[in-house]
């Protein structure tokens, strides 16, 4: 299986560009994030899914935006990139609750300059 | 508001020995603590995990602990090996959360030979 696939694996972006970071996972999970990683900082939550349809802003949505229209996509858009928007994004899935195997499985990442 | 902290940005043992990495948290609501490994370049993978109804888990070479009232939890690692070497991040999740997670900032771990 695939598990996560993010695309693409880099990009450098001009202030004020737009683009869109693709997500898909194989594994039929309900769940879907995005987390986007400082250097030296952990993981933070930029949106999550729950399913199809259904769309909630995490701890740091502003200038994103995010649709989930299937199970296995979950893209992240960017609208006017900025040089805070420099960092390498996570996507990652999960089922739900909290037995053994329900951990959340991560993309490789989506390292990405804004200049 | 950083809710899980770790404390040590870095940790250096030798091949052989036991690695212990520490993880506060700050929000009593959370129920369920996990560890996941970090090489460069690559994403997260998830390690070990436990909920709060439980003070001790054990996978293999790792085994995670809780103490609620000290709201801390440890990852060991025994016995160390090389390809142990990575960046270890603790997470915790609220149930009902659709599973979100709360990251620590992460340890990086150097097993030496």
């Known amino acids: 299986n695939a598990g996560v696939t993010q695309t693409p694996k880099f990009r450098i972006l001009k202030i004020g560009q737009s683009m869109t970071l693709q997500c898909a996972q194989d594994?039929?999970?309900?769940?879907m994030y995005w987390y986007r990683q400082d250097p030296g900082m952990g993981l933070k939550l930029i949106y999550y899914s729950v399913g199809a349809g259904i769309t909630d802003k995490g701890e740091v949505p502003n200038g994103y935006n995010v649709s989930r229209s299937t199970t296995e996509d979950f893209p992240l858009r960017l609208e006017l990139a900025a040089p805070s928007q420099t960092s390498v994004y996570f996507c990652?899935?999960?089922?739900?609750?909290?037995?053994?195997?329900?951990?959340?499985?991560f993309g490789q990442g989506t390292r990405l300059t804004v200049v | 508001d950083q809710q899980v902290k770790q404390n040590s940005p870095s940790l250096s043992v030798q091949e052989g020995r036991i690695s212990i990495l520490n993880c506060d948290y700050t929000?009593?609501?959370?129920?369920?603590f996990l560890w996941y490994k970090k090489y460069p370049a690559e994403g997260p993978t998830f390690l070990i995990s436990i909920s709060s109804i439980k003070d001790k888990n054990e996978d293999g070479r790792f085994t995670v602990f809780l103490n609620k009232s000290a709201k801390h939890l440890s990852l060991h690692i025994v016995p160390s090996q090389p390809g142990d070497s990575a960046v270890y991040f603790c997470?915790?999740?609220?149930?009902?959360?659709?599973?979100?997670?709360?990251f620590g900032t992460g340890t990086q771990l150097k097993v030496e030979l």
């Open positions: 929000n009593s609501m959370f129920d369920y």
């Open positions: 990652a899935s999960s089922r739900p609750g909290y037995t053994q195997g329900a951990e959340a499985f």
């Open positions: 997470a915790a999740s609220l149930t009902g959360g659709g599973n979100k997670l709360t």
């Open positions: 594994m039929n999970h309900n769940y």
